[in-house]
């Protein structure tokens, strides 16, 4: 049995006029009742009593009706199902991100995407970046928004999605912390707080690369990988550190904000999809990020 075969017979079972469902259907009469008679034979059972005047529903036909109906009441609705998924407007999306996106982009975009597309479910996951490449890899992510400094990420597309400059963050009673902007070369050997190697290389051979360019002497004090860790070691006076200039809208007692003098590189964080796989749902989301300068 064919769902083709349950739609010929709600047609006959809400006409009762094989001419009428016939037409209903676009096709001619004879087809249709060749089609009811093999749904007949298939299941055994009679569905409709035919007589020169009318058609009505036996017993088995009242039986199968209640069943084909809901059959494709469901099927109706899975197709609806489909088309909205196939849009982008329903379905569920994992989305993995580190903190600077929240900061930089990814809550006003949430809140664009969750008006456009209210029916989707997304499960947010914050991540390293590196654990997102792996989550990606494994098929665990639909996008992940990561720290990009040029590293390669075999087996996904990247797109950066944000750029913006860095700012130091100081402890209040630093010596620098007098100055309304703060020349790079002005670090040399200065104990920093900086993005841990193991987690994020790329990261932080670029800024090693930026500041040796700067004939700046690295003296790391300690690694910090979360801008919350990083604010509260700054605190603590043990030392400056570069972060995102959103990071601005965090005050934090003992912290100053200044602006940086010098050539470090743009925070760039990039969209990571799974080179491929097709989701309307994230082409939504991602649309919703404004380009960057």
């Given at each position: 049995?064919?769902?083709?075969?349950?739609?010929?017979?709600?047609?006959?079972?809400?006409?009762?006029?094989?001419?009428?469902?016939?037409?209903?259907?676009?096709?001619?009469?004879?087809?249709?009742?060749?089609?009811?008679?093999?749904?007949?034979?298939?299941?055994?059972?009679?569905?409709?009593?035919?007589?020169?005047r009318k058609v009505a529903l036996t017993p088995a036909g009242e039986a199968f009706w209640r069943e084909a109906a809901a059959l494709l009441e469901q099927a109706a609705k899975a197709g609806e199902t489909a088309r909205r998924v196939a849009a982008g407007l329903a379905g569920r999306v994992t989305v993995g991100f580190v903190n600077p996106a929240m900061d930089a982009f990814l809550s006003d975009a949430l809140a664009?995407?969750?008006?456009?597309?209210?029916?989707?479910?997304?499960?947010?996951?914050?991540?390293?970046?590196?654990?997102?490449?792996?989550?990606?890899?494994?098929?665990?992510?639909?996008?992940?928004?990561?720290?990009?400094?040029?590293?390669?990420?075999?087996?996904?597309?990247?797109?950066?999605?944000?750029?913006?400059?860095?700012?130091?963050?100081?402890?209040?009673?630093?010596?620098?912390?007098?100055?309304?902007?703060?020349?790079?070369?002005?670090?040399?050997?200065?104990?920093?707080?900086?993005?841990?190697?193991?987690?994020?290389?790329?990261?932080?051979?670029?800024?090693?690369?930026?500041?040796?360019?700067?004939?700046?002497?690295?003296?790391?004090?300690?690694?910090?990988?979360?801008?919350?860790?990083?604010?509260?070691?700054?605190?603590?006076?043990?030392?400056?550190?570069?972060?995102?200039?959103?990071?601005?809208?965090?005050?934090?007692?003992?912290?100053?904000?200044?602006?940086?003098?010098?050539?470090?590189?743009?925070?760039?964080?990039?969209?990571?999809?799974?080179?491929?796989?097709?989701?309307?749902?994230?082409?939504?989301?991602?649309?919703?990020?404004?380009?960057?300068?």
């Amino acid at each position: 049995m064919e769902l083709r075969d349950c739609v010929c017979f709600a047609a006959v079972a809400e006409e009762l006029h094989f001419g009428r469902a016939a037409a209903r259907l676009h096709m001619a009469q004879p087809p249709l009742s060749q089609r009811i008679r093999a749904l007949e034979e298939e299941l055994g059972a009679r569905l409709f009593v035919r007589t020169s005047r009318k058609v009505a529903l036996t017993p088995a036909g009242e039986a199968f009706w209640r069943e084909a109906a809901a059959l494709l009441e469901q099927a109706a609705k899975a197709g609806e199902t489909a088309r909205r998924v196939a849009a982008g407007l329903a379905g569920r999306v994992t989305v993995g991100f580190v903190n600077p996106a929240m900061d930089a982009f990814l809550s006003d975009a949430l809140a664009r995407f969750r008006r456009i597309a209210p029916a989707v479910e997304l499960r947010l996951v914050e991540m390293t970046t590196r654990d997102q490449e792996q989550a990606l890899a494994g098929g665990r992510l639909d996008v992940g928004f990561v720290r990009f400094a040029g590293q390669d990420i075999p087996g996904a597309t990247v797109a950066v999605v944000s750029r913006e400059p860095y700012l130091l963050a100081l402890p209040a009673g630093h010596r620098l912390a007098r100055l309304k902007r703060v020349p790079l070369a002005a670090l040399d050997a200065t104990p920093l707080v900086m993005p841990p190697r193991a987690e994020l290389p790329a990261l932080r051979a670029a800024m090693e690369a930026a500041l040796a360019k700067a004939g700046v002497r690295l003296a790391t004090a300690q690694e910090a990988a979360s801008k919350f860790t990083t604010l509260s070691l700054v605190a603590a006076g043990l030392g400056p550190a570069f972060l995102p200039a959103s990071v601005r809208v965090w005050k934090r007692a003992g912290v100053v904000y200044r602006d940086i003098d010098g050539g470090l590189p743009l925070v760039e964080l990039a969209a990571l999809r799974p080179e491929g796989r097709e989701n309307a749902a994230v082409d939504r989301l991602l649309a919703t990020i404004p380009k960057p300068a």
